[in-house]
């Protein structure tokens, strides 16, 4: 694990540590895990020996150390290497940040994705949402979702299928933490039932779907681009969905299937299918298949089938109304 260059901010720090900025201020008031020097007398900044310091704070932490205890261990660690002596042996071996990490392209967006993986792993809700709300905030929700939380969310999935259910619960809670920051950017829902011609999205898993997140991005990225949407959520039963539709009348249906034995294309065909209307002017929706379950197949008729959260937002734009461009950057699967 590389070092952060010195001079680093308390804000760098924490990104690159998954660490709420306030934790550390409070670690540096109450045990003096904190800079040495300060810039003119005020700003905080780390060299690359205060940083070891916190990082060992966190691993300590993160293994079940009370804080006070992990800050003595930390500052004794580095006073012994200072003197050139070994560091006390550690403290129970914690839960390694390393699984849920993927290896990410650079600068501030490698530092996030670290970050929020070792949060998450340290089961670190407060840092979680700082952690959430800084990327969405600094890089848009697109590039936040694309590079920074999708890959952080599809580690630790890996991490826990791979290691007999042990990040089960770092899974869960960072989870939780992301629908919450998604759910702030969405719409409540349209405010009583929208005029017959206004175009708008459902937004809805195949029966035996339960995977919801990449939908709730979709929904925030909708509210950012003032398109209405109306979020139907896991696993909508196909008569239900048949219902819906034809009582809401979209302009675009998305479909999500996360693998190939929950996508459902004879559902999706009836859907692409259905009209509603009075005779001679009848409507149909177009539906958008997302997610990798789709995979294999072309789309059929009235059927489209975009490569990730960018691609989907522009059709959606298209389809539905003109508002702003979604921000520029490269495009990849979701």
């Known amino acids: ?33 904190g800079p040495v020097s ?69 600068g501030d967006v490698l530092r996030e994705r670290r970050g929020l993986g070792r949060a998450a792993v340290r089961l670190d809700s407060r840092a979680l949402d700082a952690l959430l709300e800084s990327a969405i905030a600094r890089h848009g929700l697109v590039t936040a979702w694309e590079e920074v939380v999708a890959p952080a969310l599809h580690a630790a999935g890996r991490s826990w299928e791979t290691s007999g259910d042990r990040y089960v619960e770092v899974e869960h809670l960072l989870s939780w933490h992301v629908s919450t920051a998604l759910r ?58 048949d219902r819906a539709v034809r009582r809401t009348g979209p302009a675009a249906v998305v479909l999500w299937a996360q693998a190939r034995s929950t996508a459902n294309h004879p559902l999706a ?38 490569g990730g959260l960018r691609e989907a937002l522009a059709a959606l734009r298209g389809l539905c109304g003109p508002g702003p461009a979604p921000e520029e950057g490269p495009a990849t699967a979701g």
């Open 269 to 306: 065909r009836h859907v692409a299918g259905t009209s509603w209307g009075v005779r001679g002017a009848r409507s149909r929706t177009t539906v958008l298949l997302a997610g990798p379950g789709w995979a294999g197949q072309p789309p059929g008729p009235g059927m489209l089938r975009p």
């Open 184 to 241: 702030r950017m969405a719409p409540r829902g349209p405010g009583g039932p929208l005029p017959a011609a206004a175009p708008h999205v459902l937004l809805a898993c195949v029966p035996n779907e339960q995977h919801t997140l990449p939908l709730e991005a979709l929904a925030a990225g909708l509210a950012e681009l003032g398109l209405p949407a109306r979020m139907f959520g896991a696993a909508v039963p196909p008569e239900a969905l």
């Open 1 to 33: 694990m590389s070092t952060p260059a010195p001079g680093l901010t308390s804000g760098a720090v924490a990104r690159s540590l998954g660490v709420a900025p306030t934790t550390l201020r409070s670690w540096d008031r109450r045990y003096g895990i």
């Open 38 to 106: 300060r810039e003119n007398g005020r700003h905080r900044r780390w060299t690359p020996d205060d940083v070891a310091v916190v990082r060992e704070m966190c691993r300590l932490t993160a293994s079940g150390v009370p804080p006070a205890e992990a800050a003595r261990a930390a500052l004794q660690g580095a006073s012994a290497s200072a003197d050139g002596h070994a560091p006390p042996p550690a403290r129970p071996t914690p839960v390694s940040a390393g699984p849920v990490e993927d290896a990410p392209p650079g």
